[in-house]
Nanobody, 128 residues
Framework: QVQLVESGGGLVQAGGSLRLSCAAS????????MGWFRQAPGTEREFVAA????????YYADSVKGRFTISRDNAKNTVCLQMNSLKPEDTAVYYC?????????????????????WGQGTQVTVSS
């Protein structure tokens, strides 16, 4: 069982930056690949970024590539999402999620249905 708690959301102007954090419980954090998803009102939850259990591999949605950076600290059981050059269309509730590394195949899991554990979400609002 993994419990996830996100923090760091808020209101920022377009072009600004925010850093989201996700704290995980448990002693086997490195056995989970971690992902960030987001959901804007009236839309489906969409994949943003993912990172392998070791932290050596990352994957991004095209919409955030070059602007967002996912990282993790396995000693502190945390995963972060650094978001730069924010746009109004980045406004959403952001969720972190965990999937066992044993379930990660050659292709990155980008479907929310693939992930076993979810945080409660943190709101990010980007004003124009």
């Amino acid at each position: 069982q993994v419990q996830l708690v996100e923090s760091g959301g808020g209101l920022v102007q377009a072009g600004g930056s925010l850093r989201l954090s996700c704290a995980a419980s448990g002693r086997t954090f490195s056995s989970y690949a971690m992902g960030w998803f987001r959901q804007a009102p009236g839309t489906e939850r969409e994949f943003v970024a993912a990172i392998s259990g070791s932290g050596r591999s990352t994957y991004y949605a095209d919409s955030v590539k070059g602007r967002f950076t996912i990282s993790r600290d396995n000693a502190k059981n945390t995963v972060c999402l650094q978001m730069n050059s924010l746009k109004p269309e980045d406004t959403a509730v952001y969720y972190c999620a965990a999937i066992s590394v044993l379930r990660v195949g050659p292709e990155w899991p980008i479907s929310q249905a693939s992930y076993n554990y979810w945080g409660q979400g943190t709101q990010v609002t980007v004003s124009s």
